[in-house]
């Protein structure tokens, strides 16, 4: 249904527009034979300016309104009114909003217009914040401001780019604590809660190290100053203290998979695809929530990393499963936080991460011989998933013992199954499959691969922390599949932090 203008002087400040829209139905009515994208260039550039000139229009509009509006009702005694006009970039184009600010003296202007339309308060309007917050967390920001710029009418320098996307992350904490927990309309009574977490190394500039990470880096900077340099073409090598490390949570639940331990073989020994297909698939991870942070220890992300899980499960009705990697001081701090909220935990080791420890001794005893190594961890690894782990690592010493190993071979074995033999209760597998238990963490190394990796170590790449912090959050939300509701909710803070006052 079409909407009258108010009044003729309201008309007339589309006049700009009406005049734009009629030129380009007259180049469009031209006889003159163009290509299609020709035409399709010439409608998206002069159409653009045409959506900018409507957009404009508007702010005109209600700038006229509001100029109506206080000569009926003039502002309280003591308050002076006056127009004072606003850049804003836009998606569309750059824009003025001519709005009244009314002052009283001593006090800061109240801009009533502003309040209204929650206006962002400098000139970048908040759809052009969306579009540079999304395409940064994508790629690399140079990238952005060029996709920006050449698919929208606005324009936005790096520095600023930058800290568009800062402040785009900063009610994320402030989302997830106060939404309600997931709807598990598609799961059963009988669904795991599963958690797990990983860590990132990611390179970042001086400033932005941790203090001890950072006194290495200087210290290293001084060696290599005195010492011969390399060959300039050389790949240079990251190193530790060139780094800081990201952690990463997920947190999500899944319905009890029962599986044989042929299935499992199947999968972890790469069996062509046509056997693999006939094994049963597992479901997939439902309401899946992934964070990263640079700034926040393991500690701090571990315990966030559980209150995730008290919203879905505040009861404690749920079985809670939580894949480590064998990380002793990521394991204990799992350990302490479960204990310390009264939540039982299962701890399981991730299959892939025992593995390793089976090549390792299985190559030792075969004097590495990859046919005889292999054959060594099939057989061992059928052990691992039908009976007791401690009769694995009784086999693997058995091995050791027969073949007469000795010096670094043996130790080799005994190292593997000496680890192998501390983490008895996170590698029960048999247990574990028949209850239907998760156990390898493909959801905690994917999300560090896609959040972390793809964007964090592009080419040349080194972050300051705040940016790093901030692209990684985004990612996040991104990720988890609540990004529409996130910028929502953003935009209500937005009004809230910048005009509450005048509310």
């Known amino acids: 249904m079409s909407i009258e203008p108010r009044n003729e002087t309201e008309r007339e400040l589309f006049a700009s527009a009406r005049t734009k829209f009629e ?35 508007r702010l005109d509009v209600l700038t006229e309104r509001e100029r109506a509006e206080l000569a009926r009702t003039p502002p309280p005694k003591g308050v002076k009114a006056r127009i004072l006009p606003q850049q804003v970039e836009s998606t569309l ?21 502003d309040a209204e339309l929650n206006v962002a308060d400098d000139m970048y309007s908040h759809p052009l914040r969306r579009r540079v917050a999304e395409e940064a967390a994508h790629g690399s920001f140079d990238h952005a401001i060029v996709q920006v710029q050449s ?44 958690m797990s977490t990983d860590g990132c190394a990611i390179k970042m500039v001086p400033e932005g190290l941790r203090e001890p990470t950072r006194r290495a880096a200087e210290q290293a900077e001084q060696s290599a100053a005195a010492a011969l ?13 060139q780094t800081r490390r990201a952690v990463v949570t997920a947190v999500w639940e899944q319905e009890p998979h029962e599986r044989t331990p042929e299935d499992v073989i199947a999968n972890v020994m790469r069996l062509p695809e046509p056997e693999r297909r006939k094994r049963a698939r597992g479901p997939k991870p439902q309401n899946k929530r992934v964070t990263a942070s640079v700034e926040q220890d393991q500690k701090q992300r571990i315990s966030e990393m559980f209150d995730e899980a008290d919203r879905r499960d505040p009861e404690r009705e749920r079985e809670a499963i939580v894949l480590v990697d064998g990380d002793e001081h990521q394991t204990a701090t799992i350990l302490d936080e479960g204990q310390r909220r009264g939540r039982p935990l299962t701890l399981v080791l991730d299959l892939l991460h025992a593995m390793h420890y089976l090549w390792l001794a299985a190559m030792a005893a075969s004097a590495r011989k990859q046919v005889e190594a292999e054959a060594l961890v099939v057989h061992w690894t059928i052990l691992l998933l039908t009976g007791n782990p401690s009769h694995l690592v009784a086999a693997i010493r058995g091995t050791a013992t027969r073949r007469g190993l000795r010096g670094k071979a043996r130790k080799d074995v005994d190292t593997a199954a000496d680890y192998l033999l501390k983490r008895t209760p996170f590698i029960d597998y048999a247990s574990f499959i028949a ?66 006052q005048a509310a």
């Open 23 to 57: 030129a380009m139905v007259e180049q469009l009515m031209s006889p003159a034979s163009e290509m299609l994208a020709t035409t399709e260039d010439y409608i998206r550039v002069e159409g653009r300016e045409l959506q900018r000139l409507l957009l404009q229009a």
């Open 93 to 113: 184009g750059r824009v003025v909003e001519q709005r009244h600010a009314l002052k009283r003296q001593g006090e800061a202007s109240v801009f009533p217009l």
């Open 151 to 194: 698919t929208t009418g606005g324009h936005v320098p790096k520095r600023q780019a930058q800290q568009l996307v800062v402040r785009a992350s900063q009610d994320v904490e402030t989302f997830y604590a106060t939404r309600p927990r997931p709807a598990n309309d598609t799961l059963s009574d009988e669904a795991l809660l599963a």
């Open 229 to 241: 340099r390399g060959d300039p073409t050389a790949k240079a090598p990251v190193k530790a203290h």
């Open 435 to 500: 209850r239907g238990l998760p156990i390898a963490t493909g959801v905690i190394e994917g999300a560090c691969r896609h959040l972390v990796r793809d964007r964090m170590d592009i080419t040349g790449a080194r972050w300051g922390l705040e940016v790093a912090e901030a692209v990684l959050k985004l990612r996040a939300v991104q990720a988890s599949g609540d990004w529409d509701d996130y910028w929502d909710f953003h935009l209500a803070q937005e009004a809230v932090r910048n005009y509450a």
